[in-house]
């Protein structure tokens, strides 16, 4: 996704990355939304680079606020997969036990092929 950073206009990769340029990084609800409005999610290829230069021209863009608290309610109801790090650690777990299970199994086999 192509985006214009809204703090100093340069162009980045996504809209919620950090710039590379400024270090901008939006962290707010409403800071996120205005990134989401100079993004290609938005914006043609001739409305990113306007609103680049404008910003780069130190003129600013104007944004539609209403449209800016709308995607900002979304964000903020959003639902977020809270346990995803959870499962993932879980079933990592079960893999790694089930790994090693294994490897005691096959040892074992091969002790007593050697015994026999």
């Known amino acids: 996704m192509a985006a214009v950073c809204v703090a100093c206009g340069a162009m980045k990769i996504g809209a919620w990355t950090p710039c590379t340029k400024c270090k901008?990084?939006?962290?707010?609800?409403t800071g996120r939304a205005r990134a989401l409005l100079l993004s290609d999610r938005n914006l043609d290829a001739a409305g990113l680079a306007a609103a680049s230069a404008s910003l780069k021209a130190?003129?600013?863009?104007?944004?539609?606020?209403d449209k800016v608290r709308e995607i900002a309610v979304?964000?903020?109801?959003?639902?977020?997969?809270?346990?995803?790090?959870?499962?993932?650690?879980?079933?990592?777990?079960?893999?790694?036990v089930g790994a090693i299970g294994l490897?005691?199994?096959?040892?074992i086999r091969w002790l007593i092929s050697l015994a026999a």
């Open 24 to 29: 901008h990084d939006a962290t707010t609800d």
């Open 58 to 65: 130190g003129e600013g863009v104007t944004y539609d606020e």
């Open 103 to 107: 490897m005691v199994v096959l040892v």
């Open 74 to 96: 979304g964000i903020a109801t959003a639902p977020v997969p809270s346990r995803i790090g959870l499962i993932m650690v879980t079933v990592g777990f079960l893999l790694l």
